[in-house]
């Protein structure tokens, strides 16, 4: 969820879902970007994707700042937040109305997913040429843009690749340098990564996958909050 503010005080509401379709006609200060110009034009799915997951438009403005921030991972697809923008300032909060009580009872996954959304948009406002400063209040994170030099970084260039698939794995092994690679982004201070590739032990880990899956699928409070 999206709420753009300015000096005349102009307010908008909008979802991912529906940014692309609408935000010709959300914009504040002025500041409208290629995706959002070209949001019209949109003729298929496909289009709509496209345009969703585009390259950064370093020139667009908060507007554009925002639409990478909702490109973040958050939990179970839900999209559990809300922005609210000025020229110089973000505000990412939860909405509420989209927690998922009973996968997610102390809203840590909620809260999370406004920590990705909140790294996406400090990685993009980099690339922008502003600095981020970040304060993290009780119910929001507030994020400060300052200019400054331009800075794309690794992480940064990754966003619009990220993606889920469940299409079947191929079962084409993955190789011993990208297992290492793997092994090494994984592990800090506290954390460790356990790779497992021998194929008994993998098919033990999947009976338990399997058996949890069922579980839930039997629990009519998950199926009723899943089909929410």
Not at 71 to 79: C, D, G
Not at 189 to 212: L, R
């Amino acid at each position: 969820m999206l709420q753009m503010t300015n000096q005349h005080s102009e307010h908008a509401m909008i979802s991912r879902r529906k940014f692309l379709a609408c935000s010709t006609g959300l914009a504040a200060g002025g500041v409208v970007s290629a995706a959002q110009a070209a949001a019209t034009t949109a003729k298929t799915f496909d289009d709509a994707v496209r345009l969703t997951w585009a390259p950064l438009r370093t020139d667009g403005g908060v507007r554009e700042l925002i639409r990478y921030a909702t490109l973040a991972a958050n939990s179970h697809n839900t999209q559990p937040w809300k922005f609210t923008a000025q020229a110089r300032r973000i505000t990412i909060a939860p909405d509420l109305a989209r927690r998922c009580p009973t996968v997610d009872p102390n809203d840590h996954h909620l809260l999370v997913s406004l920590g990705c959304a909140a790294e996406n948009l400090i990685l993009a406002a980099a690339a922008a040429a502003l600095t981020a400063t970040t304060a993290i209040e009780s119910d929001a994170i507030t994020i400060g843009l300052d200019p400054d030099r331009p800075v794309e970084s690794d992480l940064f260039k990754a966003i619009p690749h990220r993606q889920s698939t469940r299409a079947a794995y191929d079962g084409t092994p993955v190789s011993n340098e990208k297992l290492a690679a793997l092994e090494k982004a994984g592990t800090r201070d506290g954390v460790s990564i356990m790779i497992i590739t021998d194929k008994t032990k993998i098919d033990a880990i999947s009976d338990y996958v399997v058996e949890g899956n069922s579980a839930q699928m039997r629990d009519k409070a998950f199926m009723d909050e899943l089909k929410h």
